[in-house]
């Protein structure tokens, strides 16, 4: 049965180093995604999203439009980040290991996000709803960003790994329920 996130009770959380002192996180405002949720077996569900590249906000404009630049995300030529699972695993009790294709700046590369199963309820509406949150780590010359300036020292001005939060509230409205 098909669920879709409620955006805005949903989060996609990015970080990485600058100068390698401090921590610049940022996230996406415009996330869609569609869950195949298997309440009786997780692993049996499946789970396809789309992030609108450009909707990324850091609270700097001038660094907000340079990670949207083709130094980065380059949205002018690649305004879609997307994911589509290809294997879910229990870890345990209400862990999974979610195992898919992540397409970003053009290159689709697999990864493996780390997902906790938060439970389920019924809103006042009659509406189910179920709660996730994931994590994973990717290195972003692996898809290709690799902007980059050597500072004086001999670090990076930017990591190469990203880490990845998401923070998710999938919902089956009422009326799909009732029709099932």
């Given at each position: 049965?098909?669920?879709?996130?409620?955006?805005?009770?949903?989060?996609?959380?990015?970080?990485?180093?600058?100068?390698?002192?401090?921590?610049?996180?940022?996230?996406?405002?415009?996330?869609?995604?569609?869950?195949?949720?298997?309440?009786?077996?997780?692993?049996?569900?499946?789970?396809?999203?789309?992030?609108n590249?450009?909707?990324?906000?850091?609270?700097?404009?001038?660094?907000?439009?340079?990670?949207?630049?083709?130094?980065?995300?380059?949205?002018?030529?690649?305004?879609?980040?997307?994911f589509?699972?290809?294997k879910?695993?229990?870890?345990?009790?209400?862990?999974y290991?979610?195992?898919?294709?992540?397409?970003i700046?053009?290159?689709t590369?697999?990864?493996?996000?780390?997902?906790?199963?938060?439970?389920?309820?019924?809103?006042?509406?009659?509406?189910?709803?179920?709660?996730?949150?994931?994590?994973?780590?990717?290195?972003?010359?692996d898809?290709?960003i690799?902007?980059?300036?050597?500072?004086?020292?001999?670090?990076?001005?930017?990591?190469?790994?990203?880490?990845?939060?998401?923070?998710?509230?999938?919902?089956?409205?009422?009326?799909?329920?009732?029709?099932?």
């Amino acid at each position: 049965m098909s669920w879709t996130i409620d955006s805005s009770h949903s989060q996609v959380n990015f970080s990485a180093r600058h100068m390698g002192i401090m921590t610049v996180r940022g996230h996406f405002n415009d996330i869609q995604a569609t869950i195949d949720f298997n309440q009786d077996d997780f692993t049996a569900s499946s789970v396809e999203a789309s992030i609108n590249a450009a909707s990324l906000v850091t609270n700097d404009a001038k660094r907000d439009e340079h990670l949207r630049s083709a130094d980065f995300l380059d949205v002018e030529k690649y305004p879609t980040i997307t994911f589509k699972s290809t294997k879910i695993e229990r870890a345990e009790h209400d862990r999974y290991r979610m195992t898919g294709d992540l397409t970003i700046h053009g290159v689709t590369r697999p990864v493996t996000l780390d997902v906790v199963y938060s439970g389920q309820i019924k809103d006042p509406w009659g509406n189910a709803r179920a709660g996730f949150s994931a994590e994973t780590t990717i290195r972003r010359s692996d898809w290709g960003i690799s902007f980059n300036a050597v500072l004086e020292t001999g670090g990076l001005v930017v990591s190469d790994e990203v880490k990845i939060a998401l923070d998710v509230e999938a919902v089956k409205p009422a009326e799909v329920l009732a029709a099932a």
